[in-house]
C-alpha cells in the first residue's frame, strides 16, 4: 500500500523558516517525481514546487522561487521542502503528492498524504 | 502565473449527468490534456482521471473524462449523495513549467 506521511508543520512568525518532511512507503521512491501541494483553509489547490527521480531538476511556482527549496533523499525514501521568509499568505495545508514526468508522464497526483498543517502569524 | 478556469459550482439531481469543464490554453490543456481530481472535505485530494483520460484503478466507470481542444470535462453520471464534493482539474504548462490547478466546482447533488 502506498502510504506518503508529511511532518514538520506548525506555527511560525513572519519572516521564519521550516522544514517539511515526507516519508514514503510502498512504490519504488527513486523511480517517481514528486511534488508538494498546498491548500489554504477554504480555498483550493496551489502546486508549490516539484522535483525528478534524482534530484537534478526542480520547478517551482513563482510565489516561492528563492524562498523555498524541495530535495529529496532516495536513501531514505523521503520528500522535503524547506520554506524561509515565510508570509501570512503561506498559511496552509501543505500536501507531499506523487507526480510523473511533466511532459509526457500519467499525472501528477495519483497519491497524496494527509497533509501538515502551516500556520504563519504574529 | 494564471491557473485554469472552472465553473465555481455545478448543482444537479440524484441520479443526474454532471458535466464539469475546465478551461485552459495550448500550453497547458491542450499540450498534455487535464487530470482530474475528487476532495470531499476534510480529506485529501483523489484522482479520477489522468491525463491521458483514463481512470486510475478502482474508481468508478461513472467518472469520463474527454478533451476537445483547450477545454477538458469531466462527466459523472448516475449521480450519487457521495459524489457531493470539490473537483479540481491540473495541467502541466509547457511554457510556465508549473503544474497549474482549476480553482475548483463544487458539485451539489440535490
Known amino acids: 500500500e502506498v502510504q506518503l506521511v508529511e511532518s514538520g508543520g506548525g506555527l511560525v512568525q513572519p519572516g521564519g523558516s521550516l522544514r517539511l518532511s515526507c516519508t514514503t512507503s510502498g512504490f519504488t521512491f527513486s523511480r517517481y517525481w514528486m511534488s508538494w501541494v498546498r491548500q489554504a483553509p477554504g480555498k483550493g489547490l496551489e502546486w508549490m514546487a516539484n522535483?525528478?527521480?534524482?534530484?537534478?531538476?526542480?520547478f517551482y511556482v513563482d510565489s516561492v522561487k528563492g524562498r523555498f527549496t524541495i530535495s529529496r533523499d532516495n536513501a531514505k525514501n523521503s520528500l522535503s521542502l524547506q520554506m524561509n521568509s515565510l508570509r501570512a499568505e503561506d498559511t496552509a495545508l501543505y500536501y507531499c503528492?506523487?507526480?510523473?514526468?511533466?511532459?509526457?508522464?500519467?499525472?501528477?497526483?495519483?497519491?497524496w498524504g494527509r497533509g501538515t498543517l502551516v500556520t504563519v502569524s504574529s | 502565473q494564471a491557473g485554469l478556469t472552472q465553473p465555481p459550482s455545478v448543482s444537479k439531481g440524484l441520479r443526474q449527468t454532471a458535466t464539469l469543464t475546465c478551461t485552459g490554453n495550448s500550453n497547458n490543456v491542450g499540450y498534455q490534456g487535464a487530470a482530474w481530481l475528487q476532495q470531499h472535505q476534510g480529506h485529501p485530494p483523489k484522482l479520477l482521471s489522468y491525463r491521458k483520460n483514463n481512470r486510475p484503478s478502482g474508481i468508478s466507470e461513472r467518472f469520463s473524462a474527454s478533451r476537445s481542444g483547450n477545454t477538458a470535462s469531466l462527466t459523472i453520471s448516475g449521480l450519487q449523495p457521495e459524489d457531493e464534493a470539490d473537483y479540481y482539474c491540473s495541467a502541466w504548462d509547457s511554457s510556465l513549467s508549473v503544474w497549474v490547478f482549476g480553482g475548483g466546482t463544487k458539485l451539489t447533488v440535490l
Open positions: 503528492v506523487r507526480d510523473s514526468p511533466p511532459d509526457y508522464g500519467d499525472s501528477m497526483g495519483d497519491f
Open positions: 522535483v525528478n527521480q534524482d534530484g537534478s531538476a526542480k
